[in-house]
């Protein structure tokens, strides 16, 4: 099959097809396989939950309504009886046969917590499948995150990804996305770099006090990391107001990283001051890397965050504030700029935290995300449901007719009586309380991860509409919808604390 490297060279004339016209030459292969190539507190978080955390990415599926395309989902876990049947009924009623005709679903039937490439190599038969659809057709590869293993599963299917190659995995550390927002001015909280023990936190606490005297808290974040999991908030002043220093700042750092994160601390990490203000917020900016390195940004978001110390992702409104949008979107090109020159491809995702102080808010940087994430899917959807695209001078997503379209989206709508409740109930019953996505309007819930109501009672939702605001009382009537038709009460879901 070549090397990786060699394979790579294919992804510019997929990519090419994907984006253009119409025409036979046009047609193309989509691998959708949402590999989670994770470990240590990230996997232990997600574990049994990890199987329908793919069925998010049954979104990005919807790519086949596209008579060019056809889409190969590959997961661990088959869909549910008549899923397939209920993504297609988002479409206009003249798509849904064909959508299902050139969706073709491959299941590696493994419940480990295994990536799913991992599981595609030890399967030659479903190896086979994939490559007798594809038959020599410019392809491509999504996968959640880049490692050696994907690489291998890449050459064994003879499909590039649409990624950074694992090689450059440390440019998206978070060591090395501070380095890169200075490199290219843009600001960051105050903090230090390359942390690996309790010695090195505590000589970092020292200087953020020096640069940010009166700061109660710092956060610690491992370098490895996603989705807020190696995030450890620690408060290094007393309550009377005194700074912690010398031996009782140890003792503070020692009870709150237990032995297990100082192992993992050990491949380095961060430590930055807890950002406070008048008003705080975790917006985030999305660009894609073309295969010749050009840079296009496709989304900004609002992230919500849960937890015991609201580090956790739960969910995300696009797009973020009209306060800051342009500035993270600005900020986020500059970036993924860098990461280009860099050798990075594919989606890139910067993470910014914003203070408002008064009328006057200030955007700060924290990570860079050299991967898929909580809102690669939630946007794929939109992409393929709505026509239009992200407009970053105006900070809003923008159809041709020149209207707008937002939405608020999780997966986190959770609740263990729902344990066993029937995915198609909560179809039905979205439908009936009439607030179904209408392809007609480009408006409605949408549901994913349905298949998490089997595991931990758990579904998720995006909720499209013309304003953020629509977009999230739609969400708030969803949530309620679901827990109704569970037989339980539910609530809104950006008021819950993450699991």
Same mark, same amino acid.
């Given at each position: 099959?070549?090397?990786?490297?060699?394979?790579?060279q294919g992804l510019?004339?997929?990519?090419d097809a994907?984006?253009?016209?119409g025409?036979?030459?046009?047609?193309?292969?989509?691998?959708?396989?949402p590999?989670?190539?994770?470990?240590?507190?990230?996997l232990?978080h997600?574990?049994a939950?990890?199987?329908?955390?793919?069925?998010?990415?049954?979104?990005?599926?919807?790519?086949?309504?596209?008579?060019?395309c056809?889409?190969?989902?590959?997961?661990?876990?088959a869909p549910?009886?008549?899923?397939l049947?209920y993504?297609?009924?988002?479409l206009?009623?003249?798509e849904?046969?064909?959508?299902?005709?050139?969706? $073709?679903? &491959?299941? !590696? #039937?493994? =419940?480990?917590w295994?990536p799913?490439?991992?599981?595609l190599? *030890?399967?030659?038969? /479903? +190896?086979?499948?994939v490559r007798?659809?594809v038959?020599?057709r410019p392809?491509?590869?999504q996968v959640?995150?880049v490692?050696?293993?994907e690489e291998?599963?890449?050459?064994?299917l003879?499909?590039?990804?649409d990624g950074?190659?694992?090689?450059?995995?440390?440019?998206?550390?978070?060591?090395?996305?501070?380095?890169?927002? $200075?490199? &290219?001015? !843009? #600001?960051? =909280?105050?903090?230090c770099?390359?942390?690996?023990?309790?010695d *090195?936190?505590?000589? /970092? +606490?020292?200087?953020?006090?020096?640069?940010?005297p009166g700061?109660?808290?710092v956060?610690?974040?491992?370098?490895?990391?996603?989705?807020?999991?190696?995030?450890?908030?620690?408060?290094v002043?007393?309550?009377?107001?005194g700074?912690?220093t010398?031996?009782?700042?140890l003792?503070?750092?020692?009870?709150?990283?237990p032995p297990?994160?100082?192992a993992?601390?050990?491949a380095?990490?961060?430590?930055?001051e807890?950002?406070?203000? *008048?008003?705080?917020t975790?917006?985030s900016?999305?660009?894609d890397?073309?295969?010749?390195?050009?840079?296009?940004?496709?989304?900004?978001?609002?992230?919500v965050l849960?937890?015991?110390?609201g580090?956790?992702?739960?969910?995300c409104v696009?797009?973020?504030?009209?306060?800051?949008?342009?500035?993270?979107a600005?900020?986020?090109a500059?970036?993924a700029?860098?990461?280009?020159?860099?050798?990075?491809?594919?989606?890139v995702?910067v993470?910014?935290?914003a203070?408002r102080?008064g009328?006057?808010w200030?955007?700060l940087?924290?990570?860079?995300?050299?991967?898929?994430?909580?809102t690669?899917?939630?946007?794929?959807?939109?992409?393929?449901l709505?026509?239009?695209r992200?407009?970053?001078?105006?900070?809003?997503?923008?159809?041709?007719?020149?209207?707008?379209?937002?939405?608020s989206?999780?997966?986190?709508i959770?609740?263990?009586?729902w344990?066993?409740?029937?995915p198609?109930?909560?179809?039905?019953a979205?439908?009936?309380?009439?607030?179904?996505?209408d392809?007609?309007?480009?408006?409605?819930?949408?549901?994913?991860m349905l298949?998490?109501?089997?595991?931990?009672?758990?579904?998720g939702?995006?909720?499209?509409?013309?304003?953020?605001?629509?977009?999230?009382?739609?969400?708030?009537?969803?949530?309620?919808?679901?827990?109704?038709?569970?037989?339980?009460?539910g609530?809104?879901w950006?008021?819950q604390?993450?699991?």
């Amino acid at each position: 099959m070549g090397t990786f490297e060699q394979l790579q060279q294919g992804l510019g004339a997929a990519w090419d097809a994907r984006r253009a016209g119409g025409g036979d030459e046009t047609r193309h292969v989509l691998v959708v396989m949402p590999s989670f190539s994770v470990q240590g507190q990230l996997l232990e978080h997600y574990g049994a939950r990890l199987g329908s955390m793919e069925h998010r990415y049954l979104l990005l599926a919807l790519a086949a309504r596209d008579p060019r395309c056809e889409v190969v989902y590959v997961s661990s876990l088959a869909p549910g009886p008549g899923v397939l049947d209920y993504y297609a009924s988002l479409l206009a009623p003249s798509e849904r046969a064909g959508f299902l005709q050139r969706l $073709h679903v &491959v299941t !590696v #039937d493994d =419940p480990s917590w295994r990536p799913t490439a991992a599981k595609l190599l *030890d399967d030659p038969a /479903a +190896v086979a499948r994939v490559r007798a659809v594809v038959d020599g057709r410019p392809a491509l590869l999504q996968v959640w995150n880049v490692t050696t293993t994907e690489e291998e599963a890449a050459i064994a299917l003879g499909v590039p990804i649409d990624g950074t190659p694992a090689r450059l995995r440390p440019l998206g550390f978070k060591s090395a996305g501070r380095r890169h927002f $200075h490199a &290219v001015g !843009v #600001d960051t =909280p105050v903090g230090c770099e390359d942390v690996r023990d309790l010695d *090195d936190v505590a000589r /970092a +606490v020292e200087e953020v006090r020096r640069r940010r005297p009166g700061t109660e808290r710092v956060v610690v974040k491992l370098d490895d990391s996603a989705a807020g999991d190696g995030n450890v908030t620690v408060r290094v002043r007393d309550p009377l107001g005194g700074d912690l220093t010398g031996n009782r700042l140890l003792q503070a750092l020692a009870q709150a990283v237990p032995p297990s994160y100082l192992a993992e601390l050990a491949a380095g990490g961060v430590v930055e001051e807890l950002v406070v203000g *008048d008003d705080v917020t975790s917006p985030s900016g999305q660009a894609d890397i073309a295969p010749d390195g050009t840079v296009t940004v496709v989304s900004t978001h609002e992230q919500v965050l849960g937890g015991p110390d609201g580090q956790v992702y739960a969910g995300c409104v696009l797009p973020a504030q009209p306060a800051y949008a342009v500035a993270v979107a600005r900020a986020t090109a500059a970036v993924a700029e860098r990461l280009s020159a860099l050798g990075a491809r594919g989606r890139v995702g910067v993470d910014f935290v914003a203070r408002r102080d008064g009328d006057r808010w200030e955007v700060l940087a924290i990570e860079v995300n050299l991967r898929n994430g909580g809102t690669t899917h939630p946007l794929a959807g939109l992409a393929a449901l709505v026509s239009g695209r992200y407009d970053p001078t105006r900070g809003c997503w923008v159809t041709p007719d020149g209207s707008q379209r937002c939405y608020s989206s999780t997966d986190n709508i959770v609740d263990p009586h729902w344990l066993g409740v029937d995915p198609l109930q909560v179809v039905a019953a979205v439908q009936a309380a009439g607030i179904g996505f209408d392809p007609a309007t480009g408006t409605g819930l949408v549901l994913q991860m349905l298949s998490g109501l089997a595991i931990d009672g758990r579904v998720g939702l995006t909720a499209i509409g013309r304003t953020t605001a629509a977009a999230q009382q739609l969400a708030e009537h969803g949530s309620l919808v679901i827990g109704g038709c569970a037989g339980r009460g539910g609530r809104g879901w950006w008021r819950q604390t993450a699991n």
